[in-house]
C-alpha cells in the first residue's frame, strides 16, 4: 500500500494547505496578528484607555507609532487591545453558532419527517426575523453587556450551520453502512454519535471557518451602529466608527484599525476557501 493511500482524509486535507503558497501565507499572517494583539499591549508603555488631554491628537510618531485619538490614547495598544475582544467575539460567537446548529441539525435530519419538518419551519420563521430589531431587543432586556454580542450572534447563525449539517444527515442517513447499523438494532442516539457525527465535521469547519469573519463583520457593523462593544472599551469596529467621525481631521485613526481589521478578514477567507477546497470532496474533483 502506497504512503498517499494510507493517509487519512485530514493528513491529505493539511498537505493540500501547506502546498498552498497563499495558504500558508495566509496562516503565517493570521498568526502573527493573534500574536501581536495578545502579547503586544503587554510591551506597550500605554494602556488602552490612558488619557494625555494635553498630547490629545498627533499623527504617527516615534512615541506613538500610529498616532493618538482626541483624548490622547495611544492608537497602536488601542487598536491591538481592541483586536483582542474583536477575534474574542468571532470564536465565540461561532462555537456557540457551532455548538447549537450542529446539534439542532444533527436531530432535525436524523429524527423522522414530521419533526424534521417542524423544527425546519422553526428555523424558517427565525430567519424571518430582523438581526438587528433581536439585538435591540437583548440591549434592551438585559442592557448593554459584553457577553450578550457573542450570544446575539451565535444565536443567529446557527441557523445556516444548522441547514447545512441537516443537508449532510439527510444525505449519509440513505447510505448502506447506516441502514446495516440499523438492521442490527442501532439505537438513534448511537447513530447520531457514531456515523453521523465524525461525518459531517468537515462541513462544519469548512462553515465555522467561514463564519468566524463574517461573526467579525456583524461585531463591527454592531459597534458601529453603537449596539455593540461599549466604550472606553474598544473592538476593531469601534475604532473604525470613531475614525470614521473624525476622517477628514484625523485621517490616522480609520486607516490604522481598517488595516488591522481588513488584513485579518482577508487571512480567515483566504484560510477558509483553502479549508473548502481541501476537505470538500467535489472541490478536489472539480
Known amino acids: ?53 494635553e498630547l490629545r491628537a498627533t499623527s504617527p510618531s516615534l512615541a506613538h507609532w500610529l498616532g493618538t485619538d482626541p483624548l490622547g490614547r495611544d492608537l497602536a495598544t488601542r487598536i491591538l487591545h481592541g483586536g483582542r475582544i474583536s477575534m474574542l467575539v468571532g470564536l465565540l460567537a461561532t462555537a456557540v453558532a457551532s455548538i447549537i446548529g450542529v ?27 430582523p438581526f438587528i430589531t433581536f439585538v435591540i431587543i437583548l440591549v434592551v432586556i438585559f442592557g448593554r453587556e459584553f457577553w450578550l454580542i457573542f450570544i446575539a450572534i451565535g444565536a443567529v447563525e446557527w441557523l445556516t450551520m444548522a441547514r447545512v449539517v441537516r443537508g449532510q444527515v439527510l444525505t449519509l442517513k440513505g447510505l448502506e453502512y447506516v441502514q446495516a ?75 490604522g484599525p481598517s488595516v488591522f481589521f481588513s488584513a485579518t478578514l482577508l487571512a480567515l477567507n483566504l484560510i477558509g476557501d483553502a479549508l473548502r477546497d481541501a476537505l470538500d470532496p467535489k472541490s478536489v474533483r472539480e
Open 1 to 53: 500500500m502506497s504512503q498517499a493511500s494510507s493517509q487519512s482524509p485530514w493528513q491529505k486535507a493539511w498537505q493540500s494547505l501547506v502546498r498552498n503558497p497563499l495558504t500558508v501565507a495566509a496562516m503565517v499572517l493570521l498568526v502573527a496578528l493573534v500574536l501581536l494583539c495578545c502579547v503586544g499591549p503587554n510591551f506597550s508603555p500605554y494602556g488602552p484607555n490612558d488619557q494625555d488631554l
Open 103 to 129: 446539534g439542532y441539525g444533527l436531530i432535525a435530519g436524523l429524527a423522522g419527517k414530521r419533526m424534521d419538518a417542524v423544527m425546519m419551519r422553526v428555523v424558517d420563521v427565525l430567519y424571518a426575523f
Open 181 to 255: 447499523a440499523r438492521a442490527c438494532g442501532a439505537g438513534f442516539w448511537h447513530i447520531l454519535g457514531k456515523h453521523m457525527l465524525p461525518n459531517v465535521m468537515g462541513p462544519v469547519i469548512i462553515y465555522a471557518s467561514l463564519t468566524v469573519p463574517g461573526v467579525m463583520m456583524l461585531e463591527a457593523t454592531l459597534s458601529f451602529l453603537g449596539l455593540g462593544i461599549q466604550p472606553p472599551d474598544a473592538s476593531w469596529g469601534v475604532l473604525i466608527s470613531e475614525g470614521a467621525a473624525s476622517m477628514a481631521a484625523y485621517p490616522w485613526m480609520l486607516i
